[in-house]
């Protein structure tokens, strides 16, 4: 199915330029700026200085990440006219930039509980970005569907923790949590 939806998407040549735009929204100096003031904003004007913290480390992991399980599957990259050196293309570093940068910055400044469509319209936000970014690179040829596809599936891992680690730290002085039998009665 990677080769057939890959043949597919090069065929389409009228859309290189906008595919080239599409996937440099995952490159690092494109996406980190934008965590990088989303979570300064988070910190400084919504106080969710904890939050930042955890979101700003979960980032840091993503590139390790990326980089060992591409060492271990060593999938050569799409298409007989790329001679590259190393053939870790699984999965993609861009994708995962992209998803874990835009979903992280996402959570950053998600509006308060009570704001459910607020926080529905920004979380769904960061989908449609993350698929331009995905299609972009297969249709310019970087990166196999699959490599994107297994990408997402990473970040959704990262984002989920990294959520859970940030509301199990609670909020600037609000109580512990009571979980287990105990806090029933």
Same mark, same amino acid.
Request: charged share 15%.
């Given at each position: 199915?990677?080769? #057939?939806?890959? /043949? ?6 009228? @859309? /290189?330029? @906008? ?12 996406? +980190? ?15 969710? *200085?904890?939050?930042? @913290? @955890? ?16 060492? +271990? ?13 190393? #053939? ?15 979903? +992280?910055?996402a959570l950053a400044l998600m509006p308060s509980p009570e704001r459910?469509?607020?926080?529905? !319209? +920004? ?42 680690? #940030? /509301?199990? *730290?609670?909020?600037?002085g609000s109580a512990p949590r009571a979980t287990g039998p105990a806090s !029933?009665?």
């Open positions: 199915m990677d080769a #057939s939806v890959l /043949r597919e998407a090069a065929a389409e040549r009228s @859309v /290189r330029p @906008v595919a080239q735009f599409l996937s440099d929204l995952g490159d690092l100096p494109v996406a +980190l700026p934008v965590l990088a003031c989303a979570l300064g904003w988070a910190a400084w004007r919504l106080g969710r *200085w904890r939050e930042a @913290v @955890v979101y700003a480390v979960a980032m840091a992991c993503a590139a390790p990440i990326v980089v060992l399980l591409k060492a +271990l599957v060593a999938r050569p990259a799409p298409g007989t006219a790329r001679l590259v050196a190393h #053939s870790g293309y699984f999965p993609s570093g861009h994708a995962m930039t992209a998803a874990a940068a835009y979903g +992280l910055a459910v469509t607020a926080r529905r !319209a +920004l979380g769904a936000s960061a989908v449609p970005l993350n698929v331009a970014v995905g299609a972009g690179l297969v249709w310019r040829g970087y990166h196999w569907p699959l490599d994107v596809a297994a990408s997402w599936c990473l970040a959704g891992a990262l984002l989920a923790a990294a959520y859970r680690v #940030s /509301r199990s *730290w609670g909020s600037p !029933a009665g």
